[in-house]
């Protein structure tokens, strides 16, 4: 076989990975997994470095692909500090998945067995919000890099075990004895991540990263207020609250902050960065409303939740 035919049986090939999207984020979610994880040296290494290049292929055609749905609404972000700032906060109430009818319904008529299915979701569709910011922090502008750094300080807890961000997650997920697992999750829970995580590792998106993290900044306040309320309307414990309940507040701050010391320098350095930041943003929101969706149709659609309601 020549190398013009292995060419065209490998792009085959991620031409039928891409075309079924829960096998294709599986993949992506396990391997982002086992590369991500400290490790130590072994006799494998070679056949890691040959699944990399395979996976990494497969993520950047997804990514492009995904690209290509965003690229016109995100040509069109004013390239100026002011008017990209506007158009970006627009997103909070504009943007794709805001004001979904999931979360009022969480907040008010979910039950516990629907809940713990929404959170188990939500738990492992996480990427990490520390370690994204960490990742995307390198080699960026003096500004925008200090307040990434506080951002993920914040994260940390500042510098306190018990306010850590992440293992605060953890402690929920232990105290309501859910189990989150890739293969039991939907398949765009874990594009997201998989969205997410692609960004920050990859630096051919590195204003994208930042895009992205910073929508998340902005919008997730009324989201998690609403998972709080209805975790506490369900009589949950406040080690089960605490993190929605937390962000519902930080996440404020941080999105003024975020706006303020990464977004409007980034910009007024290089208005052309303002595209990229764009589209990270609107991919993470057409990510987050893909897993509405999907969550609602499970949640609302449900032969149960038919039955019952005849």
């Not at 208005?271 to 893909?290: D, F």
């Amino acid at each position: 076989m020549d190398v013009l035919q292995q060419r065209r049986g490998v792009a085959g090939q991620d031409a039928v990975a891409l075309s079924d999207p829960l096998s294709l984020h599986r993949r992506l979610a396990h391997w982002n997994h086992r590369r991500l994880a400290p490790s130590a040296p072994h006799a494998d290494w070679q056949a890691d470095l040959e699944e990399d290049l395979a996976m990494r292929r497969l993520e950047g055609m997804w990514v492009e692909a995904f690209r290509a749905q965003v690229t016109d609404r995100a040509a069109a972000a004013p390239t100026d500090v002011e008017g990209f700032v506007r158009w970006f906060e627009a997103l909070k109430t504009s943007g794709p998945g805001q004001g979904d009818p999931l979360f009022p319904w969480l907040e008010r008529d979910a039950g516990h067995e629907e809940m713990n299915w929404f959170l188990t979701q939500e738990a492992a569709g996480e990427a990490g919000f520390d370690d994204l910011v960490a990742l995307s922090q390198v080699k960026v502008p003096t500004e925008a890099k200090l307040e990434l750094a506080r951002n993920y300080w914040d994260e940390m807890g500042r510098g306190s075990e018990a306010g850590m961000h992440g293992p605060m997650l953890e402690r929920m997920v232990a105290t309501l004895g859910l189990n989150p697992t890739i293969d039991d999750t939907v398949w765009p829970s874990l594009a997201l991540a998989n969205t997410l995580t692609a960004f920050a590792t990859t630096r051919r998106y590195a204003w994208h990263a930042i895009g992205a993290l910073g929508v998340v900044e902005l919008t997730a306040p009324g989201r998690v207020s609403c998972v709080g309320a209805g975790l506490k309307r369900l009589g949950y414990p406040p080690v089960a609250r605490k993190y929605f309940e937390l962000h519902a507040m930080l996440d404020i701050k941080h999105s003024e902050e975020w706006i303020a010391h990464v977004l409007r320098p980034l910009v007024a350095e290089d208005p052309s960065r303002a595209r990229w930041l764009a589209e990270g943003a609107l991919m993470r929101l057409e990510s987050g409303a893909r897993c509405f969706e999907v969550y609602r149709k499970q949640l609302w659609e449900s032969p149960e939740r038919r039955l019952a309601a005849e």
